[in-house]
Nanobody, 117 residues
């Protein structure tokens, strides 16, 4: 069983920064791809960023390119989403997702990010 614990959300002024963390409780993080998604009130959940299983490839939604950075620390079994130059439209509940080598999907609980204008 894989569990994900997300932390790091909060309230920030526009232009500010936050870093989200996703701690993965599994014997190993090796081979997992990790993604971040978000859901704003009244909207569907949308893709934000993803890092490949080997860490060599990252992809981002156009809306966050150049502002957000996804990364991970295999030694800590933890992934991160560094969010800079935040905008009010980034306000949402953010979710962490991992996909295992056996193609199983796991989701963490959401964390609220609120960007005040």
């Amino acid at each position: 069983q894989v569990e994900l614990v997300v932390s790091g959300g909060g309230l920030v002024q526009a232009g500010g920064s936050l870093r989200l963390s996703c701690a993965v409780s599994a014997r190993t993080f090796v081979g997992f791809s990790m993604g971040w998604y978000r859901q704003a009130p009244g909207k569907e959940r949308e893709f934000v960023a993803r890092i490949s299983w080997d860490g060599t490839t990252t992809t981002y939604a156009d809306s966050v390119k150049g502002r957000f950075t996804i990364s991970r620390d295999l030694a800590k079994n933890t992934g991160y989403l560094q969010m800079n130059r935040l905008k009010p439209e980034d306000t949402a509940v953010y979710y962490c997702n991992v996909n295992t080598p056996t193609a199983q999907d796991y989701w963490g609980q959401g964390t609220q990010v609120t960007v005040a204008s």
